[in-house]
């Protein structure tokens, strides 16, 4: 059965698509009535050949817009000479990428996967052998705490401490070992841990709970938690690395350095899926042949381009690029408060926008916005996310707050 919202794609293209979809492909996605054919920068086009402003940019995904040139040539380069080899064997794409990351996160070692979840299980399953092998920890006692209101992605350990009852329910029996406490609560987090506690793992800002920051020294606080009782500080930077924040980390921000960050989305370059996590050798270093890996991960097609995106960003320009326009879109969507706004978070190119309940949902303003020709994604009722690609213009980020505006309007 078609949504009632498919009803507003234009065009016999779109529409016989989306039946299509709706028909074969199982409903784990409510998407907007949008069916894109080709991207270029922070734009889109759909099948119709109408264009709209891509305003989520893959949930961070595309922080570096669709197809840029740099990337698009690497990955080219890289496809006429080896895709796959598997990690049974060495391929001269992954020593470069590795060694390219460990500089930009200021650590000793990465262990490339492919999804962000499958990043974040690599994490988990580091943070317990390391509890064990390394701390002592009685087998198999190890409990990591995590933030209410977390999004770390899908997999069954991953959603088994989702508090979200739709990422969370049905899919039981769940994996144990997870403590749950207060996002932004340093108290809260120093009752949680106890001498079975090997890792604390967080956002340093909440993307699918609505770009949450958390109160300021936070982040020093959780730092210095783990650093008196030996835990280790674990940050998922999926969503909020790679100079999304205006910093190269979301930590960053309060000079903070956890032991394990946990890197995805735009490391791939918008082109390919590329994931990793990386540490110190005293903590990566329980990591021995046999105990984890992935036929996908660390692959040449992946290392080429993640090796190009790290190599971006070593300059610091993407980073002083949304730090600037960060400026500019905050100062734009301040001046939305009297069209419904009642709440606006924003830390450099991303935002998450409150509007009034009454007014309408976030889902609704999202129909509106594509219906005006931008793309952006709701979270949770009546909120919004932005995070447009760090190559859009003043102007077009001019264009996306008047669009919101527009659609706010009775
Ligand atoms: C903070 C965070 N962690 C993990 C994930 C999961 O990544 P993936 O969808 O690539 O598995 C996401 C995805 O939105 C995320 O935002």
């Not at 994490?123 to 087998?139: M, S």
């Not at 987090?189 to 709970?209: F, K, M, S």
């Not at 020294?217 to 210095?224: A, D, G």
């Not at 590329?274 to 991960?297: C, E, K, L, N, Q």
Request: hydrophobic share 40%; charged share 20%.
């Amino acid at each position: 059965m078609l949504h009632t919202t498919t009803a507003r794609a234009r065009g016999a293209d779109a529409l016989s698509h989306i039946a299509a979809a709706e028909e074969h492909a199982a409903h784990n996605y409510h998407p907007l009535p949008v069916v894109i054919a080709e991207g270029s920068g922070a734009w889109v086009t759909d099948v119709d050949g109408r264009r709209y402003l891509d305003a989520l940019a893959g949930y961070s995904a595309l922080n570096f817009g669709h197809r840029h040139p740099r990337l698009v040539a690497r990955a080219e380069r890289q496809l006429r000479r080896v895709t796959l080899t598997s990690r049974a064997f060495h391929h001269d794409q992954f020593a470069g990428f590795t060694a390219a990351l460990a500089e930009l996160t200021g650590k000793d070692k990465v262990l490339p996967m492919n999804s962000g979840a499958e990043a974040v299980e690599t994490a988990i399953k580091l943070a317990r052998r390391w509890g064990y092998l390394v701390r002592g920890v009685p087998e198999p006692e190890a409990r990591i705490v995590v933030m209410a209101g977390n999004f770390h992605g899908r997999t069954t350990t991953v959603i088994s401490f989702s508090d979200d009852p739709e990422a969370h329910d049905h899919h039981g029996p769940y994996t144990p070992g997870f403590v749950t406490v207060p996002y932004g609560d340093a108290a809260a987090l120093r009752d949680a841990i106890d001498d079975r506690t090997v890792a604390v793992l967080l956002e340093p800002i909440q993307g699918e709970a609505g770009v949450l920051i958390p109160p300021d020294r936070y982040l020093r606080e959780v730092r210095q938690l783990c650093s008196a009782t030996g835990v280790l500080m674990v940050a998922d930077e999926i969503q909020s690395g790679l100079a999304r924040t205006g910093r190269t980390f979301a930590c960053d921000h309060e000079d903070v350095v956890p032991d394990v960050y946990v890197l995805g989305k735009a490391l791939g370059g918008g082109i390919v899926p590329v994931s990793a996590i990386a540490a110190d050798a005293a903590v990566m270093d329980v990591i021995t042949p046999g105990t984890h890996g992935s036929t996908f991960g660390g692959n040449p097609l992946a290392c080429a381009v993640g090796h190009e995106v790290v190599t971006m960003l070593a300059g610091g320009e993407f980073q002083e690029r949304a730090a600037r326009l960060g400026e500019v879109l905050a100062g734009q969507l301040a001046g939305l408060t009297p069209y419904g706004v009642v709440g606006l978070r924003c830390r450099g190119l991303w935002a998450g926008v409150d509007v009034d309940p009454e007014l309408m949902t976030g889902r609704e303003l999202t129909e509106r916005m594509a219906e005006r020709g931008v793309l952006a994604k709701d979270t949770h009722g009546s909120t919004i996310r932005l995070a447009p690609p760090l190559v859009a213009t003043e102007d077009e980020l001019g264009h996306l707050v008047a669009v919101i505006r527009d659609s706010l309007q009775p």
